[in-house]
């Protein structure tokens, strides 16, 4: 089955700062590749989405790069604000729909 | 719209008792998820229904869960008898139907927080 792997699984930055999360996949028939942005105790949210078929796909300070050779993906906040702390998980997707979550990323932004 | 629903919101229970959880998802969402979120990981697949239909459950473990579909529109999972590692967040989700072209954006509802002590 599929494997997704994502790191750092806590990162701390300065406000204003840019961030990057990285994430690897095992299998070549993934072709949706989502992020998605969870508050403490609120349910996950899509923040910014790709398909295989692009390599990049950018949207205000959130940017999404995608390398399928390499099968890894990767997410980047420019400018980062207090109010982007929180955890970020990425995903793989199949032609089903089936999703494989990484285990999270823990974003800080100190003021 | 309507968000995802999920309940109920907490539950608590003792080992080897029963539970079940109800969610509704998004008007017109063929697709529905149901997963486990253990603290500190991500949310782990344990059922995916295209309508009334199991696409994968390969991740459920069957001895103790169930879900069902019925009519294609909401859904309740059940564990029974529940152990204490089944202690986690149970997160449902719908989309729209891929239709072959891969993933779609899930929506999640709010979860419910499992206990089981």
């Known amino acids: 089955g599929e494997n997704v792997e994502q790191h750092p699984s806590t990162l701390s930055v300065q406000e204003g700062d840019s961030a990057v999360i990285k994430c690897t996949y095992s299998d070549s028939a993934s072709n949706y590749f989502p992020w998605y942005k969870q508050e403490l105790g609120k349910r996950p949210q899509l923040i910014i989405d790709i398909r295989s078929n692009v390599g990049e796909k950018k949207d205000q300070r959130i940017a999404v790069t995608l390398n399928k050779t390499a099968k890894h993906f990767s997410l980047h906040i420019t400018e980062t604000q207090p109010e982007d702390s929180a955890v970020y998980f990425c995903a793989a997707s199949t032609l089903a729909g089936k999703s494989t979550f990484g285990d999270g990323t823990t974003l800080t932004v100190k003021p | 719209e309507a968000g995802v629903a999920q309940s109920p919101r907490y539950k608590i229970i003792e080992k080897r008792q029963s539970v079940a959880f109800w969610c509704n998802p998004i008007s017109g969402h063929a697709t529905l998820y149901w997963y486990q979120q253990i603290l500190g990981q991500g949310p782990k697949l344990l059922i995916q229904f295209q309508n009334n239909g199991v696409v994968d459950d390969s991740q459920l473990p069957k001895d103790r869960f169930s879900a069902e579909r019925l009519k294609g529109v909401d859904s309740t999972l059940k564990i029974q008898p529940a152990k204490l590692e089944d202690s986690a967040v149970y997160l449902c989700?719908?989309?729209?139907?891929?239709?072959?072209?891969?993933?779609?954006?899930?929506?999640f509802g709010p979860g419910t927080r499992l206990t089981v002590l």
């Open positions: 989700a719908s989309s729209l139907a891929g239709g072959g072209a891969g993933g779609r954006e899930q929506f």
